[in-house]
């Protein structure tokens, strides 16, 4: 069993539609991250939680310590959102989700 | 300013040889990592240097892998007798402080062992 378990594994989109990215962990953590990969490109931290909610432009990210359980929202999505978000959390030790790859069509 | 920095940005190498990846972190980050991506498969961590504290060294996969870190600021990920499986990209970030900070990767480097 994986630590952290992702969901969707891959996710199309319409463009405008209002996206929603899974993340459970089964593991104590410090924080959890949400990374975006664009295809042949760097990885950039969107995000880094610790507790409740944190909004970035049209993200935003939300995280249920209890439920181990956190998500990532995009709002009026768009073709440049497409790329592979990654889901990991920093405790002890490191843990990575495996990716939700978004595709958003014109 | 500048940000994370890995060279070289692709490495071709034969079965056997050893190899050295750099890493220049964001200056004033004491915290650096270095994790692996191979095809098709997710983010591997590899090893965790904090300032002066012993590297947390348990990702590595094996002893044929080692990195130093020296000054506090310039990394170097070594890999002895290179096998196939060790082609991927090798990627490096860093942050403030703790593991808990907001992490900044570098472009990685794509190693690929014939």
């Known amino acids: 069993k994986n630590e952290v378990e992702q969901s969707p594994q891959n996710l199309t989109a319409q463009e405008g539609e209002f996206i929603t990215i899974n993340c459970s962990y089964s593991?104590?953590?410090?924080?959890l991250h949400w990374l975006q990969q664009h295809p042949g490109g760097g990885i950039v931290s969107l995000f880094m939680?610790?507790?409740g909610k944190k909004k970035h432009g049209r993200l935003i990210a939300t995280i249920n310590i209890q439920e181990k359980h956190s998500s990532l929202h995009i709002t009026a999505s768009h073709p440049r959102d497409s790329a592979v978000y990654i889901c990991?959390?920093?405790?002890?030790?490191?843990?990575f989700g495996t990716g939700t790859s978004l595709t958003v069509i014109p | 300013g500048a940000g994370v920095s890995q060279s070289p940005s692709n490495k071709v190498t034969e079965k056997g040889k050893d190899v050295e990846l750099r890493c220049d972190p964001i200056?004033?980050?004491?915290?650096l990592y270095w994790y692996r991506q191979s095809l098709g498969q997710g983010l591997e961590f590899l090893i965790y240097?904090?300032?002066?504290?012993?590297?947390?060294k348990s990702g590595l996969p094996s002893d044929r892998f080692s990195a130093e870190r020296t000054g506090g600021s310039v990394s170097t990920l070594t890999i002895q007798r290179t096998q196939q499986e060790d082609s991927a990209v090798y990627l490096c970030?860093?942050?403030?402080?703790?593991?808990?900070?907001?992490?900044?990767f570098g472009p990685g480097t794509r190693l690929t062992v014939l």
């Open positions: 939680l610790s507790s």
């Open positions: 593991v104590g953590i410090s924080a």
């Open positions: 970030a860093s942050s403030l402080a703790s593991r808990n900070n907001e992490q900044f």
């Open positions: 200056s004033g980050h004491t915290a």
């Open positions: 990991a959390v920093t405790g002890n030790q490191f843990y």
């Open positions: 240097f904090q300032g002066n504290s012993a590297p947390d």
